[in-house]
């Protein structure tokens, strides 16, 4: 582990404490917080609004450069921040917007979701303006103002695009389609569960080119200043010590600084919730309340699709639909930049399937969007708050048709005993076609005709083997014939989950904390088993040796494991060649080598990967391990502001601990952690890596970091006893006196 980067010293010297009264104008009663000393709010309000308004206060008090960060990339308002380079991206994030009817898009997360929403955004505001127009840190080396919100701010759609990836897979499919031809995708790329592959009707391939996803994949990708994957498992009281279920959640997605997620507390009349969310949002994604506890996991529905419009070569302003030409619906809209003295203006137009996120002049093509983000209720988690007041399967259900995107695997316990799993996210009906590459447009062969109810879509309720687990992986029951989606990550994590939990045992905490830490490599083992068939050169025995007496577990200290992952990342081009390899997964690649007749490949790929080997950790074969190369590190996307320091990890991307990422780093996980004990809530614990502040100044703002990669968690205390003996802050927010 290397020590975190160091705070300036003009940062240290003028480190808050947040304790004492605070007077905020927008409260009706005072409200308390108390802050743990892993830095999580509990907050306790007497009605609430003013429990949502305090969330959002805090959330600004903690987080307000990243959500105000988020607020503008969901907004489109990003080059006002950034300059020029942004404009495609905020071209695209309006592109995107909600565009229906505002009391449908409200109706469909709840009756009270505007109010609060509307509570939440007041109480960043009243943040913002108690600052006085004085700038933190990342303001004043960004050289920019944080802006004041709208509750419209909470129902962004930018954040669904990156949930629903079916976009870009389908132009990755049909680019696979163009190179390699149908068979070969059959074979090694093939859709599971296996689908016949054809080129729609009507669909020129040479219309598709990696051009169309650059705007789009700017709009989705990280902000640049100057794989990912999730586990859930619960089991009931037959499984446990303790005869009541036991819930895990670590959900995938990338490890920052700040953290992506957000822990609170939430008291008031109506709720008590305590779990993660995004900072961003008001309530909890996962968590648990008096009854209940939730996770989640992606399950991966097919939820967009690319329309191949042709353009009237005599009048670009329209397109073809059904043998008419019909107009663009156009929008112009004025967005302020960076270093510019009058805002530029962007053209936004729409086909009848969506916005346009790219158009080919030459070719005279137009690709629209459709996707369920157009309907209404689809801004990613905020549905969440109807989970979030459950009291029972039932309740839970009812809370569940109000989700829509992103589409999850969300695992379900209550203090009955009843555990529980439902798929569930917005489902279009394609009567005709699987969704599988971009079709064309002008003809009007290709519509959905609606959408499924949740009562289709896969659940479990209390099955007789006592526990249920997802892991991203093909979750769709035996004789399941309902299209939801093709593509899904490989089975490695979920088979290991069930190895663990197929054991025969009672199951404590701890167990579920070592569960969630666990880095054996099924693919290893199957490496293994090939290798010990393989008729190794001279200059490979050793080294297969040392493969064969290793225990596939990929720790951070492990020789064996760094030569495996690095002829792992060998392989696929030595069987495949560099342009199919580079698009094979472990599977393809693990199948090819178990058909046999890989004397060339296993060469080529050993010697490819020892030459690295040497290059990258030096001769000495002894000094080679896994951590010296697989390493995460937090580092903020601003330059100047302080990181949280570099570690060594263990597992890799097809881990339980699932640590993946590209150039042997991670940049996506489980940055945060649960495990929800419903016999005894104050026992249950939780991590959230690098810290729960977002400010350098704060004391919380890397002390999480060290533990969360030794594999450490913290108690995730609920009871107001449990809160108060673990208190190191007390703050109150009181209504101004007259």
């Known amino acids: 582990m290397k020590a975190a980067h160091p705070l300036p010293a003009v940062l240290l010297a003028s480190a808050i404490l947040h304790a004492g009264d605070i007077a905020v104008a927008g409260l009706k009663e005072r409200v308390e917080v108390l802050r743990d000393r892993w830095g999580v709010p509990h907050i306790y309000a007497g009605n609430a609004h003013d429990?949502?308004?305090?969330?959002?206060?805090?959330?600004?008090?903690?987080?307000?450069?990243?959500?105000?960060?988020?607020?503008?990339?969901?907004?489109?308002?990003?080059?006002?921040?950034?300059?020029?380079s942004a404009l495609g991206r905020d071209r695209l994030a309006r592109a995107v917007r909600?565009?229906?009817?505002?009391?449908?898009?409200?109706?469909?997360?709840?009756?009270?979701?505007?109010?609060?929403?509307s509570a939440f955004t007041n109480g960043i505001n009243a943040y913002i303006r108690s600052l006085k127009g004085e700038r933190p840190v990342e303001f004043r080396l960004g050289g920019y103002d944080p802006g004041l919100w709208t509750p419209e701010d909470c129902t962004a759609r930018i954040a669904g695009l990156l949930m629903t990836r079916n976009l870009t897979r389908e132009v990755a499919r049909a680019l696979d389609a163009r190179r390699f031809g149908l068979?070969?995708?059959?074979?090694?790329?093939?859709?599971?569960?296996?689908?016949?592959l054809e080129i729609p009707a009507g669909l020129d391939l040479g219309d598709v080119s990696a051009d169309i996803l650059t705007e789009y994949n700017q709009a989705i990708g990280p902000v640049r200043f100057g794989d990912e994957g999730s586990n859930n498992w619960v089991v009931d009281g037959a499984l446990t010590a303790s005869g009541k279920p036991l819930l895990a959640n670590d959900p995938h997605r990338p490890v920052q600084l700040p953290s992506l997620r957000k822990t609170v507390h939430l008291v008031a009349p109506g709720w008590n919730v305590i779990g993660a969310g995004e900072p961003a949002l008001p309530g909890v994604a996962l968590g648990h309340n008096e009854r209940v506890a939730f996770g989640f996991t992606i399950v991966?529905?097919?939820?967009?699709?690319?329309?191949?419009?042709?353009?009237?070569?005599?009048?670009?302003?329209?397109?073809?639909?059904?043998?008419?030409?019909?107009?663009?619906?156009?929008?112009?809209?004025?967005?302020?930049?960076?270093?510019?003295?009058?805002?530029?203006?962007?053209?936004?137009?729409?086909?009848?399937?969506?916005?346009?996120?790219?158009?080919?002049?030459?070719?005279?093509?137009?690709?629209?969007?459709?996707?369920?983000?157009?309907?209404?209720?689809?801004?990613?988690?905020?549905?969440?708050?109807?989970?979030?007041?459950?009291?029972?399967?039932a309740e839970f259900r009812n809370g569940l048709e109000r989700y829509k995107v992103p589409s999850e695997?969300?695992?379900?316990?209550?203090?009955?005993?009843?555990?529980?799993?439902?798929?569930?996210?917005?489902?279009?009906?394609?009567?005709?076609?699987?969704?599988?590459?971009?079709?064309?447009?002008h003809t009007g062969q290709y519509e959905w005709s609606g959408f499924r109810p949740l009562r289709e879509l896969p659940s479990s309720y209390n099955p007789?083997?006592?526990?249920?687990?997802?892991?991203?992986?093909?979750?769709?029951?035996?004789?399941?014939?309902?299209?939801?989606?093709?593509e899904w990550a490989p089975p490695f994590r979920y088979l290991r989950i069930q190895e663990m939990l197929s054991a025969g045992r009672r199951f404590s905490v701890a167990d579920f904390e070592r569960m969630q830490q666990d880095v054996v490599s099924l693919p290893a083992r199957r490496f293994q088993a090939v290798l010990r068939k393989w008729k190794a050169p001279d200059r490979a025995r050793d080294a297969v040796r040392q493969l064969l007496d290793w225990d596939a577990t990929l720790t951070t200290g492990s020789a064996a494991a760094a030569l495996y992952e690095v002829w792992m990342a060998r392989l696929p081009a030595a069987l495949f060649g560099k342009e199919l390899g580079a698009r094979v997964d472990v599977q393809a690649t693990l199948e090819k080598l178990e058909a046999g007749a890989q004397e060339q490949g296993l060469t080529a790929s050993f010697d490819a990967a020892i030459a690295e080997l040497e290059k990258l950790l030096g001769a000495d074969r002894r000094s080679w391990s896994w951590g010296r190369l697989h390493q995460v590190r937090f580092r903020h996307p601003i330059p100047g502001v302080a990181g949280a320091g570099e570690f060594a990890r263990p597992g890799d991307a097809n881990t339980v601990n699932a640590t993946g990422g590209s150039g042997f780093l991670q940049n996506a996980g489980a940055s945060y952690r649960q495990i929800i004990d419903l016999s005894d809530w104050d026992r249950s614990v939780m991590t959230n890596t690098p810290g729960e502040s977002g400010d350098p100044r704060s004391p919380h703002y890397a002390d999480l970091a060290a533990d969360w990669a030794a594999g450490k968690y913290h108690p995730m205390p609920f009871t107001r006893r449990a809160v108060e003996a673990a208190t190191t802050e007390r703050t109150r927010l009181i209504p101004p006196q007259p």
Do not use: C, M
């Open 409 to 441: 695997n969300i695992v379900y316990a209550d203090v009955d005993g009843n555990i529980g799993w439902q798929a569930a996210g917005l489902t279009p009906v394609r009567p005709n076609w699987p969704g599988l590459f971009p079709v064309p447009g």
């Open 183 to 196: 068979p070969v995708l059959a074979r090694y790329l093939r859709p599971d569960p296996a689908i016949s």
């Open 51 to 84: 429990l949502f308004f305090a969330q959002g206060y805090i959330a600004a008090q903690d987080r307000l450069w990243q959500i105000d960060l988020w607020r503008r990339i969901g907004a489109g308002k990003l080059a006002e921040a950034l300059g020029p």
């Open 300 to 393: 991966g529905i097919d939820q967009q699709d690319l329309y191949v419009e042709q353009i009237n070569p005599e009048n670009p302003g329209e397109y073809l639909y059904r043998g008419a030409w019909r107009k663009f619906e156009v929008e112009r809209q004025s967005v302020a930049v960076k270093g510019r003295p009058q805002p530029e203006t962007v053209e936004l137009r729409y086909t009848i399937h969506g916005p346009v996120i790219h158009e080919d002049h030459v070719r005279r093509r137009a690709y629209a969007l459709r996707w369920v983000g157009s309907e209404p209720g689809t801004a990613g988690y905020l549905a969440a708050l109807a989970l979030a007041r459950a009291g029972n399967w």
């Open 98 to 117: 909600y565009r229906g009817d505002w009391q449908a898009e409200w109706r469909s997360y709840g009756p009270d979701t505007q109010a609060i929403a």
């Open 464 to 486: 007789p083997r006592h526990w249920i687990a997802t892991a991203n992986h093909n979750i769709l029951p035996q004789g399941y014939t309902v299209p939801l989606g093709y």
